[in-house]
């Protein structure tokens, strides 16, 4: 591919156009025309229709001389080149509800799948990709024999109308029957909504549901899955209600219900597009226009602290690794009843940093019922089981990109919170004299007699340069003070989770060291759990 900024350098708006310009252009146009196999028409380049209309080759003449080309078109993929490896993307016609059915996307990704005119050697799709594909591939047959519309395409629009307008089941069974009965004889529309999710079983994303303890105690899983009472506080799994005789007997109504929806399948989704896997890579891959300044994760000092211990899982580009983010909201509204939950995400820091916080690549994984109190450990314990799992194992995948199938690990690297989120996720105090989660006991304070509570005002000028000008100043900070301490040391992982291996625990139970012994695993393990991650992922972060 020659240098094609002719395109954009050559044209200005209001006509002006080069030499150069005009003589590519009608280049351009002599062969993407010449490669059509039927019809006078194909896709449009220019910055109106961005290759989403088909136009005629004198309309197309007209749209690149008002319009110019769309950004960013530098390999003509529409239009012969086999980066998209095909001769012709075939864009389904998808109109008022493209953006909630995001159909067009999937379908591109499937004739990307199929229609292979690179010469590389492409590999058989791993199980979960195979399966995405072969769905697709069996969609593709027209509504019916007078349109253009896919089975697939009609699906997806309806379900997002009834989505979008809160349809019930039967009224969609309704709508369905309605519109089949209006359309010619022989068409392949479902005529129920049990038929639809048949067809798009394999968009179909993991989720479970998981019965808590109303105390959070323990998860009824693994080995509490047959579990009628918990094992630790006996509190009832199900709601009991009075029997009539004085006893009291189990709904099949849980008390409390975990919501589970596991990151992995959905990273791995992201790998079965072909823009979305080099997208993964960009963390080692990617140019930066400003190699001295912090614009990715990757450049950071924990990142690079991984990667110099662990050479072998950072030397491949498609590793993922993942941000926790967590925060109690409540969903009814502030006026509303006192209730609050904990959703938490998952982030993959992989991709760009434009990309990165978008919010299809921001993945809601539990939601938490009510205050987490001391139990994060249990409520996240299928998470982690998951990142354990991909962390020793792998997880099989298939990168689009490559057309290959590789071993894919994820880990854990970040977590995002406020400062009380914090305290509750890391199990670290973050009241009275240990707020800081970096100086801990090393920072220090002043006593507010009249307040009645410790100030850190002007205890930050130890972090000041030692000949900064403020650390000398007795009279703009507190009275007849210069500063001449060093700031504290900031603490490894490693360090942190020897304190906390140290920790002596309360057997009765209650406050701060409650807290930390639920979060190291060890109650945990006593109701038969596993233990929590920070034992396992703390000797390999920078906290």
Request: with cysteine.
């Amino acid at each position: 591919m020659d240098d094609r900024a002719w395109m954009y350098t050559g044209w200005k708006c209001g006509g002006q156009l080069s030499g150069e310009w005009i003589d590519k252009t009608e280049a351009f146009l002599d062969g993407a025309f010449a490669k059509l196999k039927g019809g006078n028409t194909t896709w449009c380049p220019c910055n109106k229709c961005a290759n989403t209309h088909r136009q005629t080759r004198e309309i197309m003449t007209n749209h690149l001389c008002n319009y110019g080309f769309t950004r960013n078109y530098t390999r003509w993929t529409y239009h012969g080149e086999d980066n998209r490896m095909r001769d012709e993307v075939v864009r389904q016609r998808i109109e008022e509800h493209d953006a909630d059915a995001g159909v067009a996307d999937m379908l591109d990704d499937f004739h990307e799948a199929h229609f292979d005119e690179g010469r590389r050697e492409e590999e058989e799709p791993e199980a979960t990709a195979k399966a995405y594909y072969d769905m697709l591939a069996a969609a593709q047959q027209p509504l019916h024999g007078h349109t253009k519309v896919s089975q697939f395409d009609a699906i997806g629009r309806l379900m997002a109308v009834k989505s979008q307008f809160t349809l019930s089941r039967d009224a969609f069974d309704v709508m369905l029957q309605v519109i089949g009965s209006m359309l010619p004889e022989g068409h392949i529309l479902p005529k129920s909504m049990y038929e639809a999710l048949k067809l798009l079983r394999a968009l179909k994303m993991p989720y479970e549901q998981i019965h808590a303890c109303p105390k959070g105690c323990i998860l009824f899983r693994k080995e509490h899955n047959e579990a009628k009472y918990c094992p630790k506080c006996e509190s009832s799994r199900f709601v009991e209600v009075d029997s009539g005789d004085g006893q009291k007997r189990q709904l099949a109504v849980p008390v409390k219900v975990l919501r589970y929806l596991p990151p992995i399948p959905r990273i791995q989704r992201l790998f079965m597009t072909e823009e979305s896997a080099k997208q993964m890579t960009w963390h080692k891959m990617g140019t930066r226009y400003n190699p001295d300044k912090l614009v990715h994760p990757s450049d950071a000092q924990s990142w690079t602290h991984f990667d110099g211990i662990h050479h072998h899982k950072a030397l491949e580009a498609r590793n993922v690794r993942v941000a926790l983010a967590t925060d109690g909201f409540n969903p009814y509204g502030m006026s509303a009843a006192p209730y609050t939950c904990w959703p938490m995400f998952v982030i993959p820091p992989n991709l760009p940093p434009g990309v990165i916080f978008q919010r299809q690549n921001i993945f809601l994984s539990l939601i938490i019922p009510g205050h987490l109190g001391n139990n994060m450990s249990v409520y996240v314990d299928p998470l982690i089981d998951d990142l354990l799992g991909a962390w020793d194992d792998g997880v099989w995948t298939y990168d689009r990109a490559t057309k290959t199938n590789f071993r894919m690990y994820v880990w854990y690297h970040y977590s995002l919170h406020d400062l009380p989120a914090y305290g509750i996720f890391c199990g670290w105090c973050v009241h009275g004299k240990f707020p800081c989660p970096v100086c801990k006991a090393a920072l220090m304070f002043i006593w507010l007699r009249k307040g009645g509570k410790y100030s850190s005002f002007d205890k930050h000028r130890q972090f000041l340069p030692l000949d900064h000008p403020f650390r000398r100043d007795k009279k703009n900070f507190t009275k007849g003070v210069e500063v001449k301490d060093h700031p504290p040391q900031m603490m490894t992982g490693a360090n942190i989770r020897a304190q906390l291996d140290g920790l002596v625990i309360n057997a009765e139970g209650g406050g701060l060291w409650d807290m930390v012994s639920n979060m190291l695993g060890r109650r945990s393990r006593a109701c038969g759990g596993s233990p929590i991650w920070l034992t396992f992922f703390f000797h390999i972060t920078l906290i």
